[in-house]
């Protein structure tokens, strides 16, 4: 059920969103060099490696990090970038992950390739066997701001917690606090 619901509401937003997905990438292309799409090595589900699209918020020499292991990263922001970020505008193209499976809507965020510490956490826990999700429980609970412990000690509760009615749930709070613009530290 939650495969069919995830196919079924990406492909409306894709459809709803298909005139500002091509004015972000006139955007993205027109205010810096580089591609329009920065393409990240994800951990997916059982740790299996794929490849995750965003809007590029960071110029092309950045370093291959998580954000917040970056020294002054607001230095590596695009003109656009702070925007895109805050906005999370830049997660658009991840609606293709989730229409072809190796994403849902709502799961623990995937960790980058080198994230180490925190994918071990999760393999441990379990986690590790969840689709990652476009949004998920340490998602509204903090995002950028959690440690990495506390980010996982989320997933696990996901994990033990998930059903239909609580991935409603975390849709409609990240709505919230996007909107809000909570949690988004860079």
């Not at 492909?11 to 292309?29: D, E, M």
């Not at 190796?102 to 071990?120: C, H, K, T, W, Y």
């Not at 917690?161 to 409603?168: E, N, P, Y």
Request: glycine share 6%; charged share 20%; aromatic share 10%.
């Amino acid at each position: 059920m939650k495969r069919l619901l995830d196919i079924a509401f990406a492909t409306v937003l894709l459809a709803l969103f298909v005139l500002p997905i091509i004015v972000i990438a006139i955007w993205v292309k027109a205010s810096s060099s580089g591609p329009v799409l920065y393409w990240s090595d994800r951990v997916g589900m059982g740790n299996r490696l794929f490849r995750m699209p965003k809007f590029r918020t960071m110029l092309t020499d950045t370093p291959v990090l998580a954000t917040h292991l970056l020294d002054n990263p607001d230095r590596y922001l695009t003109p656009i970038g702070n925007f895109l970020r805050k906005s999370s505008l830049d997660e658009l193209p991840q609606l293709w992950c989730i229409l072809i499976g190796q994403m849902s809507f709502v799961g623990p965020r995937p960790a980058l390739f080198n994230q180490i510490d925190l994918i071990e956490l999760r393999t441990s826990s379990g986690v590790h066997q969840l689709l990652p999700g476009l949004t998920g429980w340490a998602q509204i609970n903090g995002r950028d701001e959690l440690p990495i412990p506390k980010k996982v000690q989320f997933d696990v509760e996901y994990l033990q917690r998930k059903s239909l009615w609580f991935d409603i749930k975390i849709l409609f709070m990240t709505l919230f606090k996007v909107l809000r613009r909570e949690g988004v530290s860079h």
